[in-house]
């Protein structure tokens, strides 16, 4: 299931420690203490999820892998919370077969989890596969990271007029956003504005 996956947001907390205050020790203990009295699936991935959060990750991983037992051998929400901890390890050999169980469904095509198996082709060199997830995000006034990342991605591989488009049509979708849309993506269309600047110039080189 879905319904829990770490949104964009707490994504971004974790990556800033904010994590932490969300489940401070003292939650922590608790769910520790949780898991001491009952070992559960329940309390393994609750627990695991505090450690994800707080950036424990090499604790987060070895809970969900061993909660991956029985019934729960093939459990989704487990699989895209190991995608997300393996992800901040930079562990992205890991990431690939679970981004490959999880592709096609209409939930995870919606999800953080996607994006990084997506980033984890990219970076590991699988760039073909990586533009089909990356056209799977590519839509109008949406997905600005992805679209950031599929153009660098075509920068890479030498398709400039391609990545010229992409950061073009970018940028000009951010006059008709929100102040919260253009706040929260802020990061994507300064790094945008920056890499179309830098193929203008190789272009009148």
Do not use: C
Not at 142 to 152: P, V
């Amino acid at each position: 299931m879905f319904e829990e996956i770490i949104t964009k947001r707490g994504i971004k907390d974790v990556q800033s420690g904010i994590g932490n205050s969300l489940y401070p020790s003292g939650k922590i203990k608790k769910l520790e203490a949780n898991l001491r009295f009952s070992d559960t699936f329940h309390n393994r991935v609750a627990l695991a999820d505090a450690y994800l959060y707080a950036g424990m990750h090499d604790k987060a991983i070895e809970l969900y892998e061993s909660s991956l037992t029985g019934n729960f051998t093939e459990n989704d929400y487990v699989f895209s919370k190991l995608i997300l901890a393996y992800f901040h390890k930079k562990d992205y050999e890991k990431v690939i077969p679970l981004g490959k169980k999880l592709s096609g469904q209409p939930q995870f095509m919606r999800s953080r989890p996607h994006l990084f198996y997506a980033l984890s082709l990219h970076y590991r060199g699988h760039h073909d596969a990586a533009e089909t997830e990356y056209l799977k995000m590519r839509s109008k006034f949406a997905n600005y990271e992805a679209r950031y990342h599929y153009a660098k991605l075509l920068i890479h591989v030498n398709r400039h007029e391609e990545a010229h488009q992409l950061l073009s049509d970018l940028l000009n979708e951010v006059p008709h956003l929100s102040y919260r849309e253009r706040r929260e993506n802020r990061q994507w269309f300064t790094q945008s504005k920056t890499e179309l600047e830098k193929l203008r110039s190789e272009q009148r080189v």
